[in-house]
């Protein structure tokens, strides 16, 4: 089946700095999607991208549906302590849904 | 709304032994999934619904059963409890089948 990989697997950043993550696939997708997961909860949708190119922002987030439609990346502009957490990349796979394997994310006061 | 709620949030389980896993919904969406969550790994479909009544297989589906007689409920079935399934189980729901809305999770142990 599609397989996402997501880069990187975990990263250590200090309050402030931008973060950027990226996740890549060897199939086609149509949609993607961009969650967060808090410690101890269910992902939160941030992001959902439809159309190849689409470049969506939601608050200091922006995501981005690359051109071959087998790519996007995640930025989050001017970090904060609560954006600490696991962001994943998600496909539908016809009527299935492909998660990448996160990437963690630890933002140092 | 309260949106997707499951039950329990924590259960332990003796080999062998058997359980269901609740998930509700009351946003009256279509699609209804169940996901596991391995520690550091990310979401394994297991099985999905796209209507009551109906159901399919996953990514993972082995050791587990659902069933959907209503549009809002979804539960999973765990008949003969193994170590391997030792995990947290999500549950998701969504109105055509993208934008999916998480639970909280139940958090499950085999031991």
């Known amino acids: 089946g599609q397989q996402l990989n997501q880069s990187p697997q975990s990263m250590f950043i200090q309050e402030g700095e931008d973060v950027s993550m990226n996740c890549t696939s060897s199939?086609?997708?149509?949609?993607w999607l961009w969650y967060k997961q808090d410690p101890g909860e269910g992902p939160v949708l941030l992001i959902a991208?439809?159309?190849?190119?689409e470049l969506t922002s939601n608050g200091r987030l922006t995501a981005q549906f690359g051109i071959t439609r087998k790519d996007s990346f995640l930025n989050i502009s001017a970090s904060i302590p609560s954006d600490v957490g696991i962001y994943f990349c998600?496909?539908?796979?016809?009527?299935?849904?492909?998660f990448g394997a996160g990437t963690r994310l630890t933002v140092k006061p | 709304n309260a949106g997707v709620t499951q039950t329990p949030k924590f259960r332990i389980l003796k080999i062998g032994q058997s359980m269901t896993l609740q998930c509700t919904q009351d946003?009256?969406?279509?699609?209804m999934y169940w996901y596991r969550q391995d520690p550091g790994m990310g979401l394994k479909l297991i099985y999905y619904s796209v209507g009551a009544g109906i159901t399919d297989k996953g990514e993972v589906p082995n050791g587990y059963n659902v069933s959907r007689s209503t549009t809002e409920d979804f539960p999973l079935r765990l008949e003969l409890a193994a170590p391997s399934q030792t995990s947290v189980y999500f549950c998701a729901s969504s109105y055509i089948g993208d934008t999916q809305y998480f639970g909280p999770g139940t958090r499950l142990t085999v031991l």
């Open positions: 991208l439809y159309k190849a190119g």
């Open positions: 199939s086609i997708f149509n949609t």
């Open positions: 998600a496909g539908p796979n016809n009527n299935d849904m492909r």
């Open positions: 946003m009256n969406h279509n699609y």
